[in-house]
């Protein structure tokens, strides 16, 4: 099975400053990487798939890169909204996993 | 607009078993592709199960495989999961999700709300 480790598990950033978020897996899924967002108390949105495409809606300070093993989730200027819990989700398969989790909060 | 809403959920025994249900509208069911998704309370998101848009390809996690069934209905435009041998780990929020194509392998754009599925004796 490909394992995915996603890091930081938590961080705290100040309003406006750009944060990133990394996804490592333990085989090459090529470009088969999504990010969700996940609010407190909501349900998980789709931000970015195929790695660096952006969801229709999503503003632009998200962006994705990344192929093979290494990825990256990065908020450009960080808002007070953007508090979340951040995930990255491989399907290069049918067999689909998530990664642990980044939690994001406002210092 | 896309709605999912589950149903089925509750408490249940050990080794017992439920089907939770998802009721589907908003887009054509018959061209995507849905699956299930569990969060246990505090914890981070369980891809548990998929199914394609004809279910030609269904797909479950290592940690439910031989106990748990997913199923669709193009008539009733309605997804299932039938949980066998229930675990006190299965213990989750379930949440219905829809597919971004017609294939397992893909992303969710749209998930319901969920229903609780508590595991105790």
């Known amino acids: 099975d490909i394992q995915m480790t996603q890091s930081p598990s938590s961080l705290s950033a100040s309003v406006g400053d750009r944060v990133t978020i990394t996804c490592r897996t333990s085989?090459?899924?090529?470009?088969?990487l999504a990010w969700y967002q996940q609010k407190p108390g909501r349900v998980p949105k789709l931000l970015i798939y195929?790695?660096?495409i952006l969801q229709s809606g999503v503003p632009s300070r998200f962006s994705g890169s990344g192929s093979g093993t290494d990825f990256t989730l990065t908020i450009s200027s960080l808002q007070p909204e953007d508090v979340a819990t951040y995930y990255c989700q491989k399907y290069n398969s049918a067999l689909i996993t998530f990664g642990q989790g980044t939690r994001l909060e406002i210092k | 607009e896309v709605q999912l809403v589950e149903s089925g959920g509750g408490l249940v025994q050990p080794g017992r078993s439920l089907r939770l249900s998802c009721a589907a509208s908003g887009f054509i069911f018959d061209d995507y592709a849905m699956h299930w998704v569990r969060q246990a309370p505090g914890k981070g998101l369980e891809w548990v199960s998929g199914?394609?848009?004809?279910?030609?390809?269904?797909a479950y996690a290592d940690s439910v495989k031989g106990r748990f069934n997913i199923s669709r209905d193009s008539a009733k435009n309605s997804l299932d999961l039938h949980m066998n041998s229930l675990r006190t780990e299965d213990m989750a929020l379930y949440y219905c999700?829809?597919?971004?194509?017609?294939?397992?392998?893909?992303?969710?754009?749209?998930w319901g709300q969920g229903t609780l599925v508590t595991v105790s004796s």
């Open positions: 199914i394609s848009w004809n279910s030609g390809s269904i």
């Open positions: 085989q090459d899924i090529s470009y088969y």
């Open positions: 999700a829809k597919g971004n194509g017609a294939g397992v392998r893909g992303v969710i754009d749209y």
């Open positions: 195929a790695a660096s």
